[in-house]
Protein backbone atom coordinates (compact mmCIF):
# COMPACT_ATOMS: atom_id res chain seq x y z
CA UNK A 1 0.00 0.00 0.00
CA UNK A 2 1.51 3.61 -0.75
CA UNK A 3 1.47 6.41 1.62
CA UNK A 4 -0.91 9.32 1.20
CA UNK A 5 0.72 12.06 -0.64
CA UNK A 6 1.00 15.14 1.63
CA UNK A 7 -0.87 17.78 0.89
CA UNK A 8 -2.42 21.37 2.35
CA UNK A 9 -5.68 21.66 0.88
CA UNK A 10 -7.09 25.34 0.99
CA UNK A 11 -10.78 24.77 0.34
CA UNK A 12 -10.80 23.23 -4.22
CA UNK A 13 -7.09 23.91 -3.81
CA UNK A 14 -4.73 21.37 -2.78
CA UNK A 15 -1.20 22.08 -3.08
CA UNK A 16 1.75 19.63 -1.99
CA UNK A 17 3.93 20.48 1.60
CA UNK A 18 6.85 22.96 0.06
CA UNK A 19 9.87 20.92 0.90
CA UNK A 20 11.50 20.73 -2.25
CA UNK A 21 12.11 22.90 -5.66
CA UNK A 22 9.92 20.57 -7.59
CA UNK A 23 6.97 20.52 -4.85
CA UNK A 24 7.82 24.47 -4.86
CA UNK A 25 7.52 24.78 -8.57
CA UNK A 26 3.90 22.43 -8.57
CA UNK A 27 2.59 24.94 -5.68
CA UNK A 28 3.44 27.85 -8.05
CA UNK A 29 1.59 26.16 -11.37
CA UNK A 30 -1.05 25.17 -9.09
CA UNK A 31 -1.77 28.82 -7.84
CA UNK A 32 -1.21 30.28 -11.17
CA UNK A 33 -3.77 28.05 -12.87
CA UNK A 34 -6.24 28.94 -10.29
CA UNK A 35 -6.22 32.57 -10.01
CA UNK A 36 -6.49 32.21 -14.06
CA UNK A 37 -9.52 30.29 -13.80
CA UNK A 38 -11.24 32.37 -11.19
CA UNK A 39 -10.73 30.01 -8.07
CA UNK A 40 -8.79 32.40 -6.53
CA UNK A 41 -8.70 36.17 -5.62
CA UNK A 42 -5.97 38.42 -6.47
CA UNK A 43 -5.01 38.59 -2.71
CA UNK A 44 -5.35 35.03 -1.87
CA UNK A 45 -3.33 34.69 -5.01
CA UNK A 46 -0.92 37.24 -3.49
CA UNK A 47 -0.92 35.53 -0.09
CA UNK A 48 -0.15 31.82 -1.20
CA UNK A 49 2.56 33.04 -3.88
CA UNK A 50 4.28 34.93 -0.89
CA UNK A 51 4.04 31.94 1.08
CA UNK A 52 6.20 29.87 -1.58
CA UNK A 53 8.99 32.67 -1.92
CA UNK A 54 9.28 32.19 1.71
CA UNK A 55 9.83 28.59 1.80
CA UNK A 56 11.83 28.70 -1.57
CA UNK A 57 14.36 30.96 0.39
CA UNK A 58 14.77 28.32 3.09
CA UNK A 59 15.14 25.03 0.82
CA UNK A 60 18.65 23.93 0.66
CA UNK A 61 19.26 23.39 -2.85
CA UNK A 62 23.33 22.29 -2.39
CA UNK A 63 21.93 19.64 -0.10
CA UNK A 64 23.74 15.95 -0.77
CA UNK A 65 20.05 14.81 -1.59
CA UNK A 66 20.55 13.08 -5.47
CA UNK A 67 18.01 14.33 -8.22
CA UNK A 68 14.97 12.19 -8.94
CA UNK A 69 14.43 10.88 -12.14
CA UNK A 70 11.93 13.41 -14.56
CA UNK A 71 8.30 11.84 -14.65
CA UNK A 72 7.29 11.99 -18.44
CA UNK A 73 3.88 10.73 -17.84
CA UNK A 74 1.17 10.81 -14.76
CA UNK A 75 -2.73 8.94 -13.97
CA UNK A 76 -4.90 10.98 -11.79
CA UNK A 77 -6.23 8.75 -8.99
CA UNK A 78 -10.14 8.37 -8.57
CA UNK A 79 -9.41 10.60 -5.42
CA UNK A 80 -8.05 13.82 -7.52
CA UNK A 81 -4.21 12.50 -6.13
CA UNK A 82 -1.86 12.59 -9.36
CA UNK A 83 0.64 9.63 -9.32
CA UNK A 84 3.65 9.16 -11.31
CA UNK A 85 4.76 5.28 -12.50
CA UNK A 86 6.62 3.29 -9.90
CA UNK A 87 10.01 3.52 -11.25
CA UNK A 88 11.66 -0.13 -11.54
CA UNK A 89 14.87 -0.30 -9.32
CA UNK A 90 17.03 -3.66 -10.08
CA UNK A 91 19.91 -4.98 -8.41
CA UNK A 92 23.46 -5.63 -10.20
CA UNK A 93 23.09 -9.23 -10.43
CA UNK A 94 19.78 -9.06 -11.90
CA UNK A 95 21.62 -7.75 -15.72
CA UNK A 96 22.78 -10.76 -16.57
CA UNK A 97 19.18 -11.95 -17.08
CA UNK A 98 17.82 -8.33 -17.89
CA UNK A 99 16.26 -7.77 -21.42
CA UNK A 100 16.84 -4.00 -20.91
CA UNK A 101 20.27 -3.97 -20.30
CA UNK A 102 22.14 -2.69 -23.51
CA UNK A 103 20.28 0.10 -22.54
CA UNK A 104 20.51 0.68 -18.58
CA UNK A 105 22.52 3.09 -17.18
CA UNK A 106 23.61 0.84 -14.41
CA UNK A 107 24.67 -1.91 -16.56
CA UNK A 108 28.80 -2.47 -17.28
CA UNK A 109 29.97 -5.78 -18.70
CA UNK A 110 32.81 -5.79 -16.89
CA UNK A 111 30.66 -6.61 -13.75
CA UNK A 112 29.83 -9.70 -15.54
CA UNK A 113 33.61 -11.08 -16.64
CA UNK A 114 34.14 -10.61 -12.73
CA UNK A 115 34.60 -13.89 -10.60
CA UNK A 116 32.63 -13.82 -7.46
CA UNK A 117 34.75 -13.70 -4.12
CA UNK A 118 34.79 -16.64 -1.95
Not at 14 to 39: C, M, N, W
Amino acid sequence: MMAAPNYIKFDDLQLPLLEDSASIQVAISKITAAFLSSRSDARRTGLLLYAVQIASQNIDRDSERKNTDIVHSMTVTHGGDEMAPEKEVCEPSDCVSCNRRDTCDNYDPKDEDEEPTK
